[in-house]
């Protein structure tokens, strides 16, 4: 599967961003996804990852509440909503995908993601 985010920009701390993460090749709904973001000199970090059937989603505790990962498997897209967002945000962000797992599979782990999109740049100004 061949991945490809949109969305990232540079906003005022406070608002809103919404990634999305278009899948091409194989069917979507055999991958869980995953959204992970790094910043220069940082190892990537987990944010977000959603189930392969939506049905379980995962994040980081300083993304919760804030943050809403989501996918439509008909459109083959994800999402990665970011509400309030603060300065700290601010990094490259990257979507993921991994089959083989189970239908329920969450992971936060960058090694058990098989496909990665190119990043998507977001910037949180204070």
């Known amino acids: 599967v061949q991945l490809q985010a949109s969305g990232g920009g540079l906003v005022q701390a406070g608002s809103s961003l919404r990634l999305s993460c278009a899948a091409s090749?194989?069917?979507?709904?055999?991958?869980?996804m995953g959204w992970f973001r790094q910043t220069p000199g940082k190892e990537r970090e987990f944010v977000a990852a959603?189930?392969?059937?939506?049905?379980?989603?995962n994040y980081v505790d300083s993304v919760k509440g804030r943050f809403t990962i989501s996918r439509d498997n008909a459109k083959n897209t994800g999402y990665l909503q970011m509400n309030s967002l603060k300065p700290e945000d601010t990094a490259i962000y990257y979507c993921?995908?991994?089959?083989?797992?189970?239908?329920?599979?969450?992971?936060?782990?960058?090694?058990?993601?098989?496909?990665w999109g190119q990043g998507t740049q977001v910037t949180v100004s204070s």
């Open positions: 993921a995908a991994t089959d083989r797992v189970s239908i329920y599979y969450t992971g936060s782990t960058y090694s058990s993601y098989r496909h």
């Open positions: 090749g194989r069917s979507f709904s055999n991958y869980a």
């Open positions: 959603i189930s392969r059937n939506g049905a379980s989603t």
